[in-house]
T-cell receptor, first 111, second 110 residues
Framework: QKEVEQDPGPLSVPEGAIVSLNCTYS??????FMWYRQYSRKGPELLMY????GNKEDGRFTAQVDKSSKYISLFIRDSQPSDSATYLC???????????FGKGTRLSVIA | SQTIHQWPATLVQPVGSPLSLECTVE??????LYWYRQAAGRGLQLLFY??????ISSEVPQNLSASRPQDRQFILSSKKLLLSDSGFYLC?????????FGPGTRLTVT
């Protein structure tokens, strides 16, 4: 079983739709959870991060962590064509341990 | 504010030639530094990370090496490139648990 699993998509939605992106993980030591957005031919940019379980909201984006199920989600409300990108989840047990990344989900928002 | 630079942005090199990619970070001290490779259709592969000058951890045995000659400088090298070294190389830094990525170098080995 891979440490972090993420459906690669591609996921295609109409403009204005609610998008749900998900990752599952197997390492119960993970405490820090991040979502990155990567546009084509660019470096990933940190979109949201959460510590331990719970929700975090930032504008149209909501990150959820359910540690009991080892499941994290990113919701995008009122999706826009500019949201079209690859979204990568990442997580860490903390300290100097490197992040473990999912393989990314490619999202297309169609106008 | 912190910024991270990578160069060159793109590179085309023949098989067997040497490689040197450079990454520098501004606006922070003693960052952790990372080199990743992202091949087409594959995820981010961690190649090396460093928690301080001269301290390099290798995640994947291969014909690449890394060095950290200064606190905010990280260099990825190869003596002889292989076709399989083609990909998108990303440098990243962290001061806590969040990582921030550079713009990347697209390497094509021909």
């Amino acid at each position: 079983q891979k440490e972090v699993e993420q459906d690669p998509g591609p996921l295609s939605v109409p403009e204005g739709a609610i998008v749900s992106l998900n990752c599952t993980y197997s390492n119960s030591a993970f405490q820090y959870f991040m979502w990155y957005r990567q546009y084509s031919r660019k470096g990933p940019e940190l979109l949201m991060y959460t510590y331990s379980s719970g929700n975090k909201e930032d504008g149209r984006f909501t990150a959820q962590v359910d540690k009991s199920s080892k499941y994290i989600s990113l919701f995008i409300r009122d999706s826009q064509p500019s949201d079209s990108a690859t979204y990568l989840c990442a997580m860490s047990a903390g300290g100097n341990t490197p992040l473990v990344f999912g393989k990314g989900t490619r999202l297309s928002v169609i106008a | 504010s912190q910024t991270i630079h990578q160069w060159p942005a793109t590179l085309v090199q023949p098989v067997g030639s040497p490689l040197s990619l450079e990454c520098t970070v501004e606006g922070t001290s003693n960052p952790n530094l990372y080199w990743y490779r992202q091949a087409a259709g594959r995820g981010l592969q961690l190649l090396f990370y460093s928690v301080g000058i001269g301290q390099i951890s290798s995640e994947v045995p291969q014909n690449l090496s890394a060095s950290r000659p200064q606190d905010r400088q990280f260099i990825l090298s190869s003596k002889k490139l292989l076709l399989s070294d083609s990909g998108f190389y990303l440098c990243a830094w962290s001061a806590g648990w969040e990582q921030y990525f550079g713009p990347g170098t697209r390497l094509t080995v021909t």
